[in-house]
């Protein structure tokens, strides 16, 4: 009769310990879901890409064209700068676009009093440009 006893205790007992076991994997891996929700979102925020882009804005001589107006465009948005003395220019978003799909162009317009005006589409990713400017025939 001891030994009975004792064999139920310890079915009993593994029992016990084998639903404790699942109920806690399961709170445990619930959590984990939930947490890898949150910390993808954290990543995707860190990660998403803020669109910038810089360059230099020059002269069929290849001197700088101080002034001058860079306008990209994509989806919705318009992004307006003017290149420094030096032709230089960056081009930087506010906050960056995590919710949407970059698009592989971006529209760019380049324009300068006594040129002519220059339309291209810019890789999305392209990370620097140089823009070279004509200049505008002044033939009446």
Known sequence: MGALRYLLFIAAGLVVA?????????IISAN????????????VRATCDQYRLEGAVRDTQGRPV??????ASYHNAR???????DGSFVLAAD????DRRPPRNV?????????RPK????PYDGATIEVTLDARDFRP
């Open 18 to 26: 084998s639903v404790l076991f699942l109920g806690l994997s399961w």
């Open 32 to 43: 984990f879901e939930a947490g890898v929700g949150i910390v993808e979102r954290w990543i």
């Open 66 to 71: 101080a002034y001058a107006v860079i306008e």
């Open 79 to 85: 992004l307006t700068t003017r290149s420094n003395v």
């Open 95 to 98: 906050e960056a676009a995590c």
């Open 107 to 115: 529209q760019l317009v380049v324009m300068a009093d006594g040129f």
């Open 119 to 122: 339309s291209a589409a810019v």
